[in-house]
């Protein structure tokens, strides 16, 4: 049994202060950093190793003290901060009109400073697609968007800490009036949760990110790192006289755009025809014949063809920012149901899914994640019920609508490790990570699998033989 912090001598959490925690706080392990009334004079802060708790975040709702945290993965509402209001606020207002964010698609909250400076946040919920984006992706964008207006602070930043709303000296301000109105927790949840979302793929194309090599030589070997070395070099030199087709050529540059996560469809098909314009090199016939009109359209067609395409999958830098399984992982899951390939599969998901909370003692995994990400509508409760029996789980089966999922703890180890990868990317897949454990042609892989897991081999076949 591993050892866990207890917090059982502090006050339990009321509704609205967990459904803050569920906001802001989900899946947080560390660091974090908190600033007292007093500090806030300073713009002091004292920074801590350890991650949140439920007595500071209760703190930090009763005013005590404020919170700063590393952003979530994917966190549902970004802002900008506003230090310097006599340069930056008109500016800031005035392109954001520019761009098409109503009204309703934000909220402004004041900082400790408000008072002696006029400090204050702009609050969003950016969405791509419908679905949330990545903390990397809306720093991008808000750059991308705003990046011309000097000295502005975005967030959540990649590895940096963001105060979190709620905090003492927080209320709700009027961009225009300045008139102030004090709001307390559940009201600020409500205009929260009431921003109406800004969808950025309709955002109108900013200053275009500079694409940069991923490296001079990628020393691992492998047909899709090859395919990033030739994208690449088309990207820097052009088209070549032994070089792939023009076609082929633009489709390279396209997918290693999106791979880079700093392009979107339209972006990318005009940084595309500006590129084949600047580096055909003489080596395309359509080209020579300034047949740029079916160019440009075969561009606009790659384009939607590869974002759209790739939209069910995410970025390299997104994707490997998940926590990737272990060879460990691999390993326990085939020791836990030897031979039975579904119930291994569905304890390789729960590993993955617990790994980042397991320094915890309770991890609240709620019903969607259990039929999602571990197993389906029809075999979780089934799997629930087995690891029960094994003594591997305990539950808390206490559960509130919107306010509370249902917590369970784990009794056993979860080995460290590096996560295993393929290509460059993380293994999600359990069948993917076995065969990364073993060497040799697929006969071999198959055999070693079949020894390691106990899964028929016919049904190693299904599957392994998939690429």
Request: hydrophobic share 35%.
């Amino acid at each position: 049994m591993l050892e866990f912090m207890n917090n059982t001598e502090f006050k339990k959490l009321n509704a609205d202060q967990q459904e803050l925690s569920d906001l802001f706080l989900f899946g947080h392990t560390g660091p974090h950093r908190t600033q007292t009334p007093v500090q806030a004079l300073t713009r002091s802060w004292t920074n801590h190793n350890a991650p949140t708790n439920d007595k500071l975040l209760i703190q930090h709702c009763d005013g005590e003290q404020t919170i700063a945290k590393i952003p979530a993965w994917y966190p549902i509402f970004g802002n900008i901060d506003i230090d310097s209001p006599r340069a930056q606020e008109k500016p800031v207002l005035d392109k954001m009109q520019e761009i098409g964010i109503g009204a309703d698609q934000f909220a402004c909250f004041t900082t400790p400073r408000f008072r002696s400076n006029g400090n204050f946040r702009i609050y969003f919920n950016f969405q791509l697609h419908g679905k949330p984006v990545t903390a990397r992706l809306y720093e991008d964008v808000l750059k991308n968007q705003f990046g011309q207006i000097q000295n502005l602070e975005y967030n959540p930043r990649h590895n940096a800490a963001d105060r979190l709303i709620g905090g003492f000296d927080c209320h709700l301000v009027d961009t225009y009036s300045k008139q102030i109105t004090k709001v307390n927790l559940r009201e600020t949840l409500d205009v929260l949760k009431g921003i109406k979302p800004v969808e950025i793929s309709e955002l109108p194309i900013g200053k275009l990110p500079e694409i940069k090599r991923v490296s001079n030589v990628l020393e691992t070997s492998g047909s899709r790192n090859e395919f990033i070395i030739e994208a690449e070099d088309l990207l820097q030199n052009g088209l070549q006289k032994n070089s792939c087709t023009r076609h082929f050529a633009q489709g390279k540059v396209l997918f290693l755009l999106w791979l880079k996560n700093a392009y979107n469809e339209v972006s990318a098909a005009e940084f595309v025809k500006n590129w084949i314009r600047l580096k055909h090199n003489g080596f395309s016939k359509t080209v020579n014949s300034g047949d740029w009109r079916n160019i440009d359209r075969a561009i606009e067609r790659q384009a939607k063809s590869i974002f759209v395409t790739a939209a069910n999958k995410l970025p390299d830098a997104v994707h490997n920012r998940i926590v990737s399984a272990t060879s460990a992982d691999v390993i326990a899951a085939a020791k836990y149901a030897p031979g039975e390939a579904v119930r291994q599969k569905q304890f390789f998901n729960l590993l993955k899914v617990i790994r980042p909370n397991f320094k915890h003692e309770w991890i609240y995994i709620p019903w969607h994640t259990w039929v999602n990400d571990i197993a389906s509508a029809k075999t979780y409760r089934g799997f629930q019920m087995e690891l029960l029996a094994k003594g591997l789980m305990v539950a808390d089966w206490r559960y509130k609508k919107d306010v509370e999922s249902r917590k369970f703890k784990f009794n056993f180890k979860l080995e460290s490790g590096a996560g295993l990868t393929s290509n460059g990317r993380n293994v999600d897949c359990y069948y993917d990570a076995l065969k990364t454990l073993c060497a040799g042609n697929r006969r071999e892989v198959i055999r070693e699998i079949h020894s390691l897991t106990g899964i028929t081999k016919k049904t190693l076949r299904e599957h392994v033989n998939k690429e």
